[in-house]
């Protein structure tokens, strides 16, 4: 099992900066995949940005551009930093992992922290 505690979630002004935290524990032997998904009040849950097999970096081009995603494969933690943030941007962050091997969305090794809010103000 592995469990993901996210931190820096808030309120921003449209234009500022936030950067969130993910710290992963627990059996972290072999880790596929970590990133950032959001949920928008009404929306469903959408890709922010992720970190594939180290290094292969994708965003959502909503993000591109302001946001910016890092690992820290040593300490197994990930951040997001979010700037030039916009009211769209409010919404409710999740930090994923996804272990090695044949991993179906919500299966086992497909882990979800508790999620971070951030709010981002006009």
């Known amino acids: 099992q592995v469990r993901l505690v996210e931190s820096g979630g808030g309120l921003a002004q449209a234009g500022g900066s936030l950067r969130l935290s993910c710290a992963a524990s627990?059996?972290?032997?072999?880790?596929?995949?970590m990133g950032w998904y959001r949920q928008a009040p009404g929306k469903e849950r959408e890709m922010v940005a992720t970190?594939?097999?180290?290094?292969?970096?994708n965003y959502a081009q909503s993000v591109k551009g302001r946001f910016t995603i890092s690992r820290d494969y040593a300490k197994n933690t990930v951040d997001l930093q979010m700037s030039g943030l916009k009211p769209e941007d409010t919404g409710v962050y999740y930090c994923?992992?996804?272990?090695?091997?044949?991993?179906?969305?919500?299966?086992?090794?497909?882990?979800w922290g508790k999620g971070t809010l951030v709010t981002a103000s006009s």
């Open positions: 994923n992992l996804v272990g090695c091997g044949v991993v179906t969305a919500g299966g086992p090794g497909d882990y």
């Open positions: 970190d594939v097999n180290r290094g292969n970096i």
């Open positions: 627990g059996d972290t032997r072999c880790i596929a995949a």
